[in-house]
C-alpha cells in the first residue's frame, strides 16, 4: 500500500507543477484579497481604528464594518477567517455543503477557479501517468490541458451534480434525524447520530471523489473519450480493487487532515505589527495553500500510480 | 421549630421577617453613603401608591395570595387545578370587576393576538410546524365568590389593546358588589389547561415540562386608571401584584419537581402520584417545572455582608460537568447584585438547566429561572454564564422591582442588560468570540460544536451591551422607548428592551461615573422594591442622586428616536505664516514678510521669524484648525482630543450643540490626529470610526495584513472546491 503513496509524494513534488497550480490560486484569489483590501482600508479610512488592527483585531471596528458592509464581496470578510479559522470555516462550509450558496460573488470565483482548476487537471493528470522525471514544460503541459478540458470538464460537471444529488439525499437524512429529535432526546445523541450520519455521508462524498479521480486517470491513461465511459471504468476500477484504492486514499486523506491539524497549531495569529512579521506569517500561510495543493497532487499521483500498477483496467 | 409542615411554614416565615429586618442596613450598604438612605416602612413598599396595608412582617402588600392545587394528566397533557385566589383591593377606588390573564389562550389558536404578533415579528416560537397537539388552552370551568355566588354568567373576554375578538388572554367578571378600598374578596376558580408544545418557554417536551403563565391570574387594579389587564403579546411578558403563593402540585412519582418558593412536603397520594407543596411569599408569579432526568445539586451562597441563599441547580445529565459554571455564575449575580441594588431577599434560588430543544432556556420568573448550554461548549465564549447572570439578575431587576413589563419591558431588561454585562466583565473578564461548527446540510440541524477563539476578544462594550446587534437592527430607526412596549413594532421592540437601554446605561456610567450611577440604581432598588414603578420614577431618582439635569439626555434617547453620531470632518496642520497685507512700522499696510522694522542683522532677522510664525524658541508655529459635525440628530456634550508630534494632548470640551464646531490651536507642534469623544463615553454614537481622523492616514497596514490573511481562507475554500470537480 505504501510503495504507490511514496512513489505518488515523489511524482507531486515536482516544484514547477506546485508553482504552476499555487500560482493560478494566487491570481484567481488575488482580486477578491484586493477587494477586501480595499474595502478594510475605506472602512478604516484615516481613523485611529488602524491602530488596534495593525497591532492586533478590534471587535468594536468589526461590529460596525459588518453594518456598513453587510453586503456584497466586503461582507466576506470576518475574524474568524483569519488563521486557524480559515481550516474550521471551510472543512464545515464542506461538510455542510454551502460554499456555493454564502455569497454570489464568491460562487463567481469559486466557479472561475473551478474552470481553472479543470483546465489544469488535464496537464496535471498527464503528467503524473507520464514517464517519471520527464521535463516539464509549459507547451507539453498546457498542450495535454487543452487537450483533456472538454472530457474533464464534462465529467466535472457529472461530478458536481452528483455531489448535488448527495447534498440533496444528506439533508433529507439529517433532516429526518432532525425531525426524530423535535419531540425527545438529548443533544448528545443528537450528535452522536450526527457523527455516524455524517461519517457515512462524508465517505459516500470521498468515494465519489476517487471514482472520478479514476475517471480522470483513465481517461488521459486509456483515452476514453466518452465521460460516462470513463466514470464506468472508474467506478469498475474501484470496484475490482477496494482494498487498494481504499487504502491508498485513506492514507492520503489521513495525512491531509494531520496536515491541516498541524496547520492550525501553527496558523498565524492577529500578532504581526509589523511589515517582517506580517510577510513570514504571510508565507507561512502560502506554505499552507502549497501544501494542500501538493496533497491534492499526491492523492492524484498515487492514485495513477495504483491505475498503472494495476496494468489500467 | 418542628418538622410538621406548619413548622417548616413558620420557620420560613420567621426567616422571611429575618431577611426583611437585615434588608434595610444591606440596602443603606449598597447606597455606599448615600446621604438619605430610603427606608421602608414595616413592611410596606414605599414607592408602591397604594392605600392597602400590607400584612405585618410582610415584604411586598401580599394583595393578591393564591393558593392552588394542580393536577398534570401526562397523557392528555393537560393541567386541572383548583385555586382560591384571595384579593385585596389597595387602591383607593372601588371595583365592581374582576381582570384575569388567560396566557395560555394566546396559544389557543392562529387568530389570537400572539401568533398574529409572533408572526410579524418576523421569527416564530414554532412556525407554521403547529400540529394539533401542539396548541393549548386555559379554560375557567367554574368561578365563584367563596359564599357560592356563581360568576359565571358575568364571565367575558376583553380585548383591551387591539380589540382582536379571537383573543381569549383577558377574562373579566363583575362582582354582585363592589370592592371597596381595603376590602378583600375570596374567588374560587375551577380550570383546566392544555399543555404547548412549548411557546414563549412554556410547555412540554417529552417528559419535560416548564409550566410558566398557566393558572387565572389577577390583574393589577389601578384604582381610577382602571384594571391594567394587557392581552397577552409575543414581545412581554408580566405585570401582577405581590402576593404569597402556596401551590400543590399532584405529579407522576417520577418528576423531579422545581419551582418558585419552598418545597414544604412532598407526599404520595396513591395512584403514582406525589403532591409537591410549595409556598412563597412576596412574589408576583409562580412557575414550576417538572422532568425525570434532572440531576438535583445544593450548594449555598455566602459572602459576607450579604443574606445566605440556598442554591438548588437542576441540570441535565449531559450538561453535569457545566454544573459549576451554573453556580458560579448564580453566584456571581447574587454578590454583585446583591452588593451595587440590595440584597436578594428570598431564602432560595431554583436554577433550570432546562431539557434540549425545549424551548425553555433564558427565562426568568420569581426565585426560579432557566439557563441554556451546549454539550460541547467551552469555557470563555459568555455562555452559559451570561445567561444565567441575566436570569438570576432578573430575579432583582423583575422579581423584586416589579415594573410593568408590559409597558415598560426595557425598566427589568434593560437595566438587566447593563448589570448583566456589567458583572461579566468584573467576573470573566472580556469574552472571548465563539462560533458553531458540525452543521450537517439541509441547514434544520445547527452547530454543534462551539469553537473558542481566543485571539478575538468581545469587549463589554460590545458584547455586554450588545453594540453589534443594538447598529445592525432596526431599533435605533424604530419607535422611540416611550412607546409601550407592547405597541412597539414586534421586530424591534427587542432591541429596544434589551440593547438600547443597556447603550444609554453605558453612556450614562461613562459621563456620570460608577460612583453615582451605582447608588442612583440602588436607591431605585430599594425604593421601589415589591413595587411597580413606572419610567419617571426611574429618571427621577437618576436626577436626584446625580444631581444632574438630565431630563435632555431622556428626551432624546427615551421620549424620541433620536440617533447620535458625532464624526471628524476634517483636520489640517500648516504653519502659521501669514500671507497677505500686515501692519507695517508706519502703520500702513505692507505685504507680510516684505515689512522692515529699520533693525537689522540677528535682531531683525528674529523679528521676520516671529511674523512668519515661529514660536519664541524660534521653532516654527503651526495652525492646527480641526472641524468636527453632528451628524445625527441627537446632541451629547463631547470632549475633542488633539495630539501632537511633540507628545502634547490638547482636550477641548464641546456641548456638541451645533451641527459643526471649528477647533483652533496655534502651537510649535504639528497635529498627528485628532478625535471626538476620544473616551467613547457615548456609547450610542452609531459610528464611531468616523470619531478619530489621523492628519497622514495610516490604513494601508491594517489593509494589507486584513485582507493577506483572508487570502488564505479564499486559497483554501478554492481548493475545498475542487474537491468536487
Same mark, same amino acid.
Given at each position: 500500500?505504501?510503495?504507490?503513496?511514496?512513489?505518488?509524494?515523489?511524482?507531486?513534488?515536482?516544484?514547477?507543477?506546485?508553482?504552476?497550480?499555487?500560482l493560478a490560486?494566487?491570481?484567481v484569489?488575488?482580486?477578491?484579497?484586493?477587494?477586501?483590501?480595499?474595502?478594510?482600508?475605506?472602512?478604516?479610512?484615516?481613523?485611529?481604528?488602524?491602530?488596534?488592527?495593525?497591532?492586533?483585531?478590534?471587535?468594536?471596528?468589526?461590529?460596525?464594518?459588518?453594518?456598513?458592509?453587510?453586503?456584497g464581496?466586503?461582507?466576506?470578510?470576518?475574524?474568524?477567517?483569519?488563521?486557524?479559522?480559515?481550516?474550521?470555516?471551510?472543512?464545515?462550509?464542506?461538510?455542510?455543503?454551502?460554499l456555493?450558496?454564502?455569497?454570489?460573488?464568491?460562487?463567481?470565483?469559486?466557479?472561475?477557479?473551478?474552470?481553472v482548476?479543470?483546465?489544469?487537471?488535464?496537464?496535471?493528470v498527464?503528467?503524473?501517468?507520464?514517464?517519471?522525471?520527464?521535463?516539464?514544460?509549459?507547451?507539453?503541459?498546457?498542450?495535454?490541458?487543452?487537450?483533456?478540458?472538454?472530457?474533464?470538464?464534462?465529467?466535472?460537471?457529472?461530478?458536481?451534480?452528483?455531489?448535488?444529488?448527495?447534498?440533496?439525499?444528506?439533508?433529507?437524512?439529517?433532516?429526518?434525524?432532525d425531525?426524530?429529535?423535535?419531540?425527545?432526546?438529548?443533544?448528545?445523541?443528537?450528535?452522536?447520530?450526527?457523527?455516524?450520519?455524517?461519517?457515512?455521508?462524508?465517505?459516500?462524498?470521498?468515494?465519489?471523489?476517487?471514482?472520478?479521480?479514476?475517471a480522470?486517470?483513465?481517461?488521459?491513461v486509456?483515452?476514453?473519450?466518452?465521460?460516462?465511459?470513463?466514470?464506468?471504468?472508474?467506478?469498475?476500477f474501484?470496484?475490482n480493487?477496494?482494498?487498494?484504492?481504499l487504502?491508498v486514499?485513506?492514507?492520503?486523506?489521513?495525512?491531509?487532515?494531520?496536515?491541516?491539524?498541524?496547520?492550525?497549531?501553527?496558523?498565524?495569529g492577529p500578532?504581526?505589527?509589523?511589515?517582517?512579521?506580517l510577510?513570514?506569517?504571510?508565507?507561512?500561510?502560502?506554505?499552507?495553500?502549497?501544501?494542500?495543493?501538493?496533497?491534492?497532487?499526491?492523492?492524484?499521483?498515487a492514485?495513477?500510480?495504483?491505475?498503472?500498477?494495476?496494468?489500467?483496467? | 421549630?418542628?418538622?410538621?409542615?406548619?413548622?417548616?411554614?413558620?420557620?420560613m416565615?420567621?426567616?422571611?421577617?429575618? $431577611?426583611?429586618?437585615?434588608?434595610?442596613?444591606?440596602?443603606?450598604?449598597?447606597?455606599?453613603?448615600?446621604?438619605?438612605?430610603?427606608?421602608?416602612?414595616?413592611?410596606?413598599?414605599?414607592?408602591? #401608591?397604594?392605600t392597602?396595608? !400590607?400584612?405585618?412582617?410582610?415584604?411586598?402588600?401580599?394583595?393578591?395570595?393564591?393558593e392552588?392545587?394542580?393536577?398534570?394528566?401526562? %397523557?392528555?397533557?393537560?393541567l386541572?387545578?383548583?385555586?382560591?385566589?384571595?384579593?385585596?383591593?389597595?387602591?383607593?377606588?372601588?371595583?365592581?370587576?374582576?381582570?384575569?390573564?388567560?396566557?395560555?389562550?394566546?396559544?389557543?389558536?392562529?387568530?389570537?393576538?400572539?401568533?398574529?404578533e409572533?408572526?410579524?415579528?418576523?421569527?416564530?416560537?414554532?412556525?407554521?410546524?403547529?400540529?394539533?397537539?401542539?396548541?393549548?388552552?386555559?379554560?375557567?370551568?367554574?368561578?365563584?365568590?367563596?359564599?357560592?355566588?356563581?360568576?359565571?354568567?358575568?364571565?367575558?373576554?376583553?380585548?383591551?389593546?387591539?380589540?382582536?375578538?379571537?383573543?381569549?388572554?383577558?377574562?373579566?367578571?363583575?362582582?354582585?358588589?363592589?370592592?371597596a378600598?381595603?376590602?378583600?374578596?375570596?374567588? *374560587?376558580?375551577?380550570?383546566?389547561?392544555?399543555?404547548?408544545?412549548?411557546?414563549?418557554?412554556?410547555?412540554?417536551?417529552?417528559?419535560?415540562?416548564?409550566?410558566?403563565h398557566?393558572?387565572?391570574?389577577?390583574?393589577?387594579?389601578?384604582?381610577?386608571?382602571?384594571?391594567?389587564?394587557?392581552?397577552?403579546?409575543?414581545?412581554? %411578558?408580566?405585570?401582577?401584584?405581590?402576593?404569597?403563593?402556596?401551590?400543590?402540585?399532584?405529579?407522576?412519582? =417520577?418528576?423531579?419537581?422545581?419551582?418558585?418558593?419552598?418545597?414544604?412536603?412532598?407526599?404520595?397520594?396513591?395512584?403514582?402520584?406525589?403532591?409537591?407543596?410549595?409556598?412563597?411569599?412576596?412574589?408576583?408569579?409562580?412557575?414550576?417545572?417538572?422532568?425525570?432526568?434532572?440531576?438535583?445539586?445544593?450548594?449555598?451562597?455566602? &459572602?459576607?455582608?450579604?443574606?445566605?441563599?440556598?442554591?438548588r441547580?437542576?441540570?441535565?445529565?449531559?450538561?453535569?460537568d457545566?454544573?459549576?459554571?451554573?453556580l458560579?455564575?448564580?453566584?456571581?449575580?447574587?454578590?454583585?447584585?446583591?452588593?451595587?441594588?440590595?440584597?436578594?431577599?428570598?431564602?432560595?434560588?431554583?436554577?433550570?438547566?432546562?431539557?434540549?430543544?425545549?424551548?425553555?432556556?433564558?427565562?426568568?420568573?420569581?426565585?426560579?429561572?432557566?439557563?441554556g448550554?451546549?454539550?460541547?461548549?467551552?469555557?470563555?465564549?459568555? !455562555?452559559?454564564?451570561?445567561?444565567t447572570?441575566?436570569?438570576?439578575?432578573?430575579?432583582?431587576?423583575?422579581?423584586?422591582?416589579?415594573?410593568? /413589563?408590559? /409597558?415598560?419591558?426595557?425598566?427589568? %431588561?434593560?437595566?438587566?442588560?447593563?448589570?448583566?454585562?456589567?458583572?461579566m466583565?468584573?467576573?470573566?473578564?472580556?469574552?472571548?468570540?465563539?462560533?458553531?461548527?458540525?452543521?450537517?446540510?439541509?441547514?434544520?440541524i445547527?452547530?454543534?460544536?462551539?469553537?473558542?477563539?481566543?485571539?478575538?476578544?468581545?469587549s463589554?462594550?460590545?458584547?455586554?451591551?450588545?453594540?453589534?446587534?443594538?447598529?445592525?437592527?432596526?431599533g435605533?430607526?424604530?419607535?422611540?422607548?416611550?412607546?409601550?412596549?407592547?405597541?412597539?413594532?414586534?421586530?424591534?421592540?427587542?432591541?429596544?428592551?434589551?440593547?438600547?437601554?443597556?447603550?444609554?446605561?453605558?453612556?450614562?456610567?461613562?459621563?456620570?461615573?460608577?460612583?453615582?450611577?451605582?447608588?442612583?440604581?440602588?436607591?431605585?432598588?430599594?425604593?421601589?422594591?415589591?413595587?411597580?414603578?413606572?419610567?419617571?420614577?426611574?429618571?427621577?431618582?437618576?436626577?436626584?442622586? !446625580?444631581?444632574?439635569?438630565?431630563?435632555?439626555?431622556?428626551?432624546?434617547?427615551?421620549?424620541?428616536s433620536?440617533?447620535?453620531?458625532?464624526?471628524?470632518? !476634517?483636520?489640517?496642520?500648516?504653519?502659521?505664516?501669514?500671507?497677505?497685507?500686515? =501692519?507695517?512700522?508706519?502703520?500702513q499696510?505692507v505685504?507680510?514678510?516684505?515689512?522692515?522694522?529699520?533693525?537689522?542683522?540677528?535682531?531683525?532677522?528674529?523679528?521676520?521669524?516671529?511674523? #512668519?510664525?515661529?514660536? *519664541?524658541?524660534?521653532?516654527? &508655529?503651526?495652525?492646527?484648525?480641526? &472641524?468636527?459635525?453632528?451628524?445625527?440628530?441627537?446632541?451629547?456634550?463631547?470632549?475633542?482630543?488633539?495630539?501632537?508630534?511633540?507628545?502634547?494632548?490638547?482636550?477641548?470640551p464641546?456641548?456638541?450643540?451645533?451641527?459643526?464646531?471649528?477647533?483652533? /490651536?496655534?502651537?510649535?507642534?504639528?497635529? /498627528?490626529?485628532?478625535?471626538?469623544?476620544?473616551?467613547?463615553v457615548?456609547?450610542?454614537?452609531?459610528?464611531?470610526?468616523?470619531?478619530?481622523?489621523?492628519?497622514?492616514?495610516?490604513?494601508?497596514?491594517?489593509?494589507?495584513?486584513?485582507s493577506?490573511?483572508?487570502? &488564505?481562507w $479564499?486559497?483554501?475554500?478554492?481548493?475545498?472546491?475542487?474537491?468536487? $470537480?
Open positions: 500500500m505504501l510503495s504507490p503513496i511514496f512513489r505518488g509524494l515523489r511524482r507531486a513534488a515536482d516544484p514547477k507543477l506546485l508553482v504552476l497550480l499555487w490560486n494566487t491570481l484569489a488575488l482580486p477578491g484579497a484586493l477587494a477586501i483590501g480595499e474595502a478594510i482600508r475605506n472602512d478604516v479610512g484615516a481613523s485611529r481604528f488602524h491602530k488596534t488592527l495593525d497591532e492586533g483585531f478590534d471587535m468594536e471596528w468589526m461590529a460596525e464594518y459588518s453594518h456598513r458592509n453587510g453586503t464581496f466586503p461582507a466576506l470578510f470576518a475574524p474568524q477567517r483569519t488563521g486557524a479559522g480559515a481550516v474550521y470555516e471551510n472543512l464545515d462550509a464542506w461538510f455542510g455543503g454551502r456555493l450558496s454564502e455569497n454570489r460573488a464568491l460562487a463567481g470565483v469559486l466557479i472561475a477557479f473551478g474552470l482548476w479543470i483546465l489544469l487537471q488535464g496537464g496535471v498527464a503528467r503524473l501517468v507520464g514517464p517519471p522525471r520527464a521535463a516539464f514544460s509549459l507547451r507539453g503541459f498546457f498542450a495535454d490541458a487543452g487537450g483533456y478540458f472538454v472530457r474533464f470538464l464534462v465529467l466535472g460537471l457529472m461530478s458536481a451534480f452528483v455531489y448535488w444529488v448527495l447534498y440533496r439525499l444528506g439533508g433529507w437524512a439529517f433532516g429526518l434525524v425531525a426524530s429529535f423535535q419531540d425527545a432526546g438529548t443533544e448528545r445523541e443528537l450528535i452522536h447520530r450526527v457523527l455516524f450520519l455524517g461519517t457515512a455521508f462524508v465517505i459516500l462524498l470521498h468515494a465519489t471523489r476517487m471514482v472520478f479521480d479514476y480522470k486517470i483513465a481517461t488521459v486509456e483515452g476514453t473519450r466518452l465521460a460516462p465511459v470513463a466514470v464506468w471504468q472508474g467506478m469498475r474501484v470496484a480493487r477496494p482494498a487498494r484504492t487504502s486514499y485513506f492514507a492520503v486523506a489521513l495525512m491531509s487532515l494531520a496536515f491541516l491539524w498541524l496547520y492550525t497549531l501553527v496558523a498565524p500578532g504581526q505589527s509589523g511589515a517582517a512579521s510577510l513570514f506569517a504571510f508565507v507561512l500561510s502560502q506554505l499552507f495553500v502549497a501544501g494542500r495543493l501538493f496533497l491534492r497532487l499526491a492523492l492524484l499521483g492514485q495513477a500510480e495504483v491505475y498503472q500498477d494495476a496494468g489500467g483496467l | 421549630m418542628s418538622d410538621s409542615p406548619v413548622g417548616r411554614f413558620l420557620s416565615f420567621c426567616r422571611t421577617l429575618g $431577611l426583611f429586618l437585615v434588608l434595610p442596613p444591606l440596602l443603606a450598604t449598597a447606597l455606599q453613603g448615600q446621604a438619605e438612605p430610603a427606608s421602608r416602612s414595616n413592611g410596606s413598599s414605599p414607592g408602591l #401608591e397604594s392597602g396595608a !400590607s400584612p405585618s412582617g410582610a415584604l411586598s402588600p401580599r394583595n393578591a395570595n393564591y392552588m392545587r394542580v393536577r398534570l394528566d401526562p %397523557e392528555a397533557r393537560v386541572a387545578g383548583t385555586q382560591t385566589l384571595t384579593w385585596r383591593n389597595i387602591q383607593d377606588t372601588a371595583t365592581s370587576e374582576l381582570w384575569f390573564h388567560l396566557y395560555w389562550n394566546g396559544w389557543r389558536n392562529s387568530h389570537s393576538t400572539w401568533l398574529r409572533d408572526r410579524l415579528r418576523g421569527r416564530s416560537d414554532r412556525g407554521s410546524n403547529i400540529r394539533d397537539s401542539d396548541w393549548s388552552f386555559l379554560e375557567v370551568d367554574e368561578i365563584r365568590l367563596a359564599d357560592g355566588t356563581d360568576l359565571m354568567p358575568t364571565r367575558r373576554f376583553r380585548a383591551p389593546d387591539d380589540g382582536n375578538t379571537a383573543d381569549r388572554t383577558v377574562m373579566v367578571v363583575s362582582l354582585p358588589k363592589p370592592v378600598p381595603g376590602e378583600t374578596v375570596a374567588v *374560587e376558580l375551577v380550570w383546566r389547561a392544555k399543555i404547548p408544545r412549548t411557546f414563549a418557554r412554556t410547555g412540554y417536551r417529552d417528559d419535560f415540562y416548564f409550566i410558566a398557566w393558572y387565572p391570574a389577577i390583574g393589577v387594579f389601578e384604582g381610577a386608571r382602571g384594571w391594567n389587564t394587557h392581552q397577552f403579546h409575543a414581545a412581554t %411578558e408580566f405585570f401582577a401584584d405581590y402576593g404569597v403563593y402556596d401551590v400543590s402540585l399532584e405529579l407522576p412519582d =417520577e418528576l423531579i419537581v422545581g419551582a418558585t418558593g419552598l418545597l414544604q412536603e412532598a407526599t404520595s397520594v396513591g395512584d403514582g402520584y406525589t403532591r409537591h407543596r410549595f409556598v412563597q411569599t412576596d412574589v408576583h408569579n409562580f412557575t414550576w417545572t417538572a422532568s425525570p432526568d434532572y440531576i438535583e445539586i445544593t450548594d449555598r451562597f455566602a &459572602v459576607d455582608g450579604l443574606p445566605e441563599v440556598a442554591i441547580l437542576l441540570m441535565q445529565p449531559d450538561h453535569l457545566q454544573a459549576d459554571r451554573h458560579h455564575a448564580t453566584k456571581a449575580a447574587l454578590e454583585h447584585y446583591g452588593r451595587w441594588y440590595g440584597p436578594y431577599p428570598y431564602e432560595q434560588v431554583t436554577v433550570i438547566d432546562p431539557a434540549y430543544r425545549s424551548g425553555a432556556g433564558g427565562m426568568e420568573y420569581p426565585t426560579i429561572f432557566t439557563c448550554t451546549r454539550v460541547i461548549n467551552p469555557a470563555g465564549g459568555g !455562555s452559559p454564564e451570561g445567561v447572570i441575566h436570569e438570576a439578575g432578573h430575579q432583582f431587576w423583575y422579581g423584586v422591582v416589579g415594573n410593568n /413589563e408590559i /409597558e415598560h419591558a426595557w425598566l427589568d %431588561e434593560g437595566l438587566n442588560t447593563f448589570s448583566t454585562a456589567r458583572t466583565d468584573v467576573t470573566y473578564g472580556p469574552s472571548k468570540m465563539m462560533r458553531s461548527y458540525l452543521r450537517p446540510p439541509g441547514g434544520k445547527g452547530g454543534l460544536v462551539r469553537k473558542r477563539y481566543d485571539d478575538f476578544e468581545q463589554r462594550a460590545v458584547y455586554g451591551s450588545r453594540f453589534s446587534r443594538f447598529i445592525s437592527s432596526d435605533p430607526t424604530m419607535d422611540a422607548m416611550s412607546v409601550p412596549t407592547y405597541r412597539a413594532f414586534p421586530r424591534g421592540a427587542g432591541t429596544l428592551s434589551y440593547h438600547k437601554t443597556a447603550m444609554w446605561l453605558h453612556t450614562l456610567e461613562r459621563h456620570l461615573g460608577w460612583e453615582v450611577l451605582q447608588p442612583a440604581m440602588a436607591t431605585f432598588y430599594q425604593r421601589f422594591a415589591f413595587g411597580h414603578p413606572e419610567p419617571d420614577d426611574f429618571f427621577g431618582v437618576l436626577e436626584e442622586i !446625580s444631581g444632574r439635569d438630565l431630563d435632555p439626555f431622556f428626551d432624546q434617547v427615551y421620549h424620541q433620536k440617533q447620535f453620531d458625532y464624526a471628524l470632518a !476634517s483636520v489640517s496642520t500648516k504653519p502659521a505664516k501669514l500671507r497677505g497685507y500686515t =501692519e507695517g512700522p508706519d502703520g499696510p505685504v507680510a514678510g516684505k515689512e522692515s522694522s529699520g533693525k537689522e542683522g540677528p535682531e531683525a532677522e528674529d523679528e521676520a521669524t516671529s511674523r #512668519e510664525g515661529a514660536s *519664541e524658541d524660534n521653532k516654527p &508655529v503651526f495652525r492646527t484648525e480641526v &472641524v468636527v459635525r453632528r451628524l445625527g440628530g441627537g446632541v451629547f456634550p463631547v470632549d475633542v482630543l488633539m495630539v501632537f508630534d511633540d507628545g502634547t494632548e490638547v482636550r477641548r464641546w456641548d456638541g450643540r451645533a451641527r459643526w464646531q471649528l477647533f483652533v /490651536e496655534e502651537r510649535a507642534a504639528k497635529l /498627528e490626529y485628532a478625535v471626538v469623544d476620544p473616551d467613547r457615548l456609547l450610542l454614537d452609531l459610528d464611531y470610526t468616523n470619531n478619530s481622523r489621523l492628519v497622514k492616514p495610516a490604513s494601508q497596514f491594517a489593509a494589507r495584513k486584513w493577506s490573511k483572508w487570502m &488564505v $479564499l486559497q483554501d475554500l478554492m481548493t475545498t472546491f475542487t474537491f468536487y $470537480l
